[in-house]
């Protein structure tokens, strides 16, 4: 099934269309935060001046620039700055572990770091010169507002961004000027966003989605709300800002609107809300569309630039299923040939058109394997997409998609290849192989559950682990694995369950919620973090020590 909708893409790039929409709305306020407001004239001057201040620092076109900022109106205008340099920015949550942090920025050879000064001390890559962004404000006071004018083609690198991989390293997607800008022109036509548009944004820069919600209101002469980071993370604090601001489009995975849907959120007739990164229930979307105006379920992954697939959701569909492709896009049904599949018959999804990114960075092996010819559009140097899901074209026009047929997972709206998890676990001292599992895919809280083998099978206990094993495997973790990718429930076993072509029986592996004491162990880690960051917070920001590390002794 091909998408018929073709829309050339005009010229020019994300940074052009922003540029038009700053001078036809000037003294409109295009970016919020807490109580600080920028008008679309504000934000390009101070746009101008950091790609000014980047450029005389050594920044040239086709660069990668890691960005490992908090979230603040500084995140935005470095991102946007980076475009106007023709340079790409590389996204990355600061919260990660600092030797993943590590990893993306040596793998991407990122000529520069953009990084807060607390930060860069304990970060050392030689290959990148790091900016401090306290001393790049300073230097700005009477910064050049000139545009740099600097044009970049459609094929020039916009973003990298590093996805989970099954090898225990991660692999940076490359997507293109023409990938982004084609993407947001489909969900502008979608969505008829405007100058009236106010859009929420509560997601991590280092997840793609992101990308709809910094760019989509900005190319429209809307207005984005940023969300502070404790805002984020509190859903009553969310459900206010959604009145108080007027917002009108809200995105957020099925996992974050099972939580506001725990609180009591009016009903806003005026709000679109979008669901996308995992699988949307027809209970939740049920109970959304009591909350909203129109609600929509989008499917896409990174590598085909975000979203690819749309669907409005309404009272009277009996299922959810994800749509139709957007603008520039097309979506095959193959089998294990690559031939197309009939209506109703189960196969792999494939995405081809306009928003096929580049491929993974320095892995042209994988890139070939994943990225391939198109062999339905007739355009040379076509390629489209093998994306491991499962599903099938309805009658209608209409996918499903039937889940995946490999070893990645969702959590949260974050891709994860199982499979890197295993491999952390592996190199544990004393733990000889490990299998993670996801329980609970369809509840409030999912849970990663690591099933091991431990290096002396005296050690089983019974299958349960220790308190103390917990802790210690959880602090070493985290060492290479952000919070999302830690197992919540650990078991040990002698053997795995082997299926009939001896590999392992994942569907065997079966879970019981553990005792008060192993629960103990995960609300206390839980209750630790919680602290931790408070005290750090006082440390850092009341005493002005900064670098404070949970491990570090404060007697002293």
Not at 298 to 320: A, C, H, L, R
Not at 436 to 464: C, F, H, M, Q, R
Request: overall charge negative; charged content about 25%.
């Amino acid at each position: 099934m091909q998408n018929q909708m073709y829309k050339p893409l005009p010229s020019g790039s994300v940074v052009d269309f922003f540029e038009l929409a700053a001078h036809q709305n000037a003294d409109g306020i295009a970016l919020k935060f807490g109580s600080n407001s920028y008008s679309f004239k504000a934000l390009n001057n101070s746009i101008n001046k950091y790609a000014n201040y980047l450029l005389k620092s050594g920044v040239q076109k086709g660069d990668i620039i890691g960005v490992v900022l908090d979230r603040s109106p500084q995140v935005i205008t470095a991102l946007l700055a980076i475009l106007k340099c023709g340079a790409a920015y590389l996204p990355i949550d600061p919260e990660f572990p600092e030797d993943r942090i590590k990893l993306m920025l040596d793998d991407s050879e990122a000529a520069f770091v953009l990084i807060h000064n607390g930060l860069s001390g304990s970060i050392h890559t030689p290959q990148s010169k790091h900016l401090i962004i306290e001393e790049l404000e300073a230097a700005l006071t009477d910064g050049d507002v000139a545009d740099p004018g600097i044009k970049v083609s459609g094929n020039d690198l916009a973003y990298l961004l590093y996805t989970s991989g099954s090898t225990g390293k991660p692999k940076g997607v490359m997507v293109s000027h023409k990938n982004l800008l084609n993407f947001l022109l489909g969900m502008k036509d979608i969505f008829n966003t405007d100058t009236h548009t106010r859009l929420l944004a509560v997601t991590t820069v280092s997840f793609d989605i992101a990308g709809l919600e910094i760019f989509l209101p900005l190319i429209s002469g809307g207005q984005l709300v940023l969300a502070d980071k404790e805002i984020t993370k509190d859903s009553k604090a969310l459900i206010d800002i959604l009145q108080v601001q007027g917002i009108n489009i809200f995105q957020a995975t099925p996992a974050t609107y099972k939580l506001l849907l725990q609180e009591k959120w009016p009903s806003l007739e005026s709000l679109t809300l979008l669901c996308g990164g995992e699988a949307l229930s027809k209970n939740i979307a049920d109970a959304l569309l009591q909350k909203c105006g129109r609600l929509f379920n989008m499917y896409g992954p990174t590598e085909t630039t975000i979203w690819s697939t749309v669907k409005e959701i309404t009272k009277e569909d009996g299922f959810i299923s994800i749509g139709a492709p957007i603008r520039n896009t097309s979506v095959y049904i193959l089998d294990e040939n690559h031939a197309l599949l009939p209506a109703g018959t189960e196969g792999e999804i494939f995405i081809g058109g306009d928003g096929v990114a580049l491929g993974y960075y320095k892995r042209p092996e994988l890139t070939a394997e994943r990225f391939i010819a198109d062999p339905f559009s007739g355009v040379e140097g076509a390629r489209i997409y093998k994306t491991g899901d499962l599903g099938k074209v309805l009658e209608s026009g209409e996918f499903l998609c039937l889940g995946r047929s490999d070893n990645q997972a969702k959590i949260r709206g974050y891709r994860i290849e199982l499979e890197e998890i295993e491999h952390y676990i592996s190199k544990i001292s004393g733990i000889k192989d490990a299998v993670v599992k996801v329980e609970g895919a369809d509840s409030l809280e999912p849970k990663l559950i690591a099933y091991l083998i431990p290096s002396d099978l005296a050690t089983l206990n019974g299958g349960a682990a220790t308190k103390k094993e917990v802790v210690s495997w959880r602090k070493e973790l985290s060492k290479d694995l952000p919070a999302y990718m830690i197992p919540n429930g650990w078991v040990k076993l002698e053997t795995f369950p082997l299926t009939p072509n001896k590999k392992v029986d994942r569907k065997a592996l079966k879970y019981k919620e553990p005792e008060n004491e192993l629960k103990t162990v995960v609300e206390s880690s839980r209750e630790e973090a919680v602290l931790t960051g408070r005290l750090k917070a006082i440390w850092e920001t009341e005493l002005g020590v900064k670098g404070v590390e949970p491990d570090d002794n404060f007697l002293n």
